[in-house]
């Protein structure tokens, strides 16, 4: 009985495999096609097919025109002309096997001025769970994942950030004293990853890493859910992550 599932769960894995090749080729030799014409050529029907563009696209193996049309998207243009993705692609590709090593919510976030925005998201499976949004935009000082990219800024910028950007307290626990901040960063610093205790949200525990001064990944975990060990293998999972993205 194992054997066969196994098997069923390849089958299917093959046949969606199978089904992503036929679009984006079917794409690659038609040229730009909506959703129903490239249904039509692959036999894919249109209830199967809106997920697997929306997949392609978001992995840049496709990209869709203000008309709707789907064209091809930079990962293949990337990968006939040998050049390598952009960290910020490849950083995307990585979240769901952080969430999936953690249990608990990943994100990317991109520094916009003195705020974080995210731009990708692999939730957890928990019922309890923090759920940012891509597209929303929290403040670098009260997040685990601006923090990272403040610990990461070079001297000059940090001061600059420090002597300009309004600090809002959300929490008792909000870092907004410069004194406090700069300690606090200098810690990020030694260790090599930032923790936000409950600073933005009751309840949350934000364990993030910069991957250069304008990006970072962050682990969100609810406080009943959080402890020393939970914090080790939260901070291994993101040290993989960072290594992986540096290898490639």
Avoid: C
């Avoid at 910020?88 to 916009?112: P, Q």
């Avoid at 990708?120 to 935009?137: D, K, Y």
């Avoid at 929290?138 to 002597?163: E, N, R």
């Avoid at 907004?176 to 930032?194: I, K, Q, V």
Wanted: proline fraction near 4%; glycine fraction near 6%.
């Amino acid at each position: 009985m194992k054997s066969m599932s196994m098997k069923l769960q390849s089958g299917a894995a093959v046949k969606s495999a199978a089904r992503a090749l036929d679009v984006v080729e079917e794409v690659a030799r038609r040229g730009p096609a909506n959703a129903r014409a490239i249904s039509r050529a692959t036999g894919i029907p249109e209830s199967s097919l809106s997920y697997l563009l929306g997949t392609l696209a978001d992995r840049g193996w496709l990209a869709q025109a203000a008309d709707r049309t789907y064209v091809t998207g930079p990962a293949l243009q990337r990968l006939t002309t040998g050049t390598p993705a952009p960290l910020e692609d490849r950083a995307r590709a990585v979240l769901r096997e952080l969430t999936a090593s953690t249990g608990e919510t990943s994100s990317l976030f991109v520094r916009r001025g003195s705020e974080i925005e995210a731009v990708e998201v692999a939730l957890s499976s928990h019922f309890l769970r923090f759920t940012p949004q891509t597209g929303l935009r929290f403040p670098l000082h009260g997040f685990a994942a601006g923090k990272a990219i403040l610990a990461a800024l070079p001297a000059a910028a940090l001061d600059a950030y420090l002597a300009e950007a309004h600090r809002t307290r959300f929490t008792a626990h909000t870092l907004t004293d410069e004194a406090a901040l700069r300690r606090d960063l200098a810690r990020t610093r030694e260790r090599g990853y930032a923790v936000a205790k409950e600073e933005h949200t009751l309840g949350v525990i934000g364990i993030g890493i910069a991957l250069d001064p304008t990006l970072a990944i962050s682990v969100a975990i609810p406080s009943p859910r959080f402890d020393a060990d939970t914090q080790l293998r939260t901070v291994a999972a993101l040290q993989r992550v960072r290594e992986t993205l540096r290898q490639a």
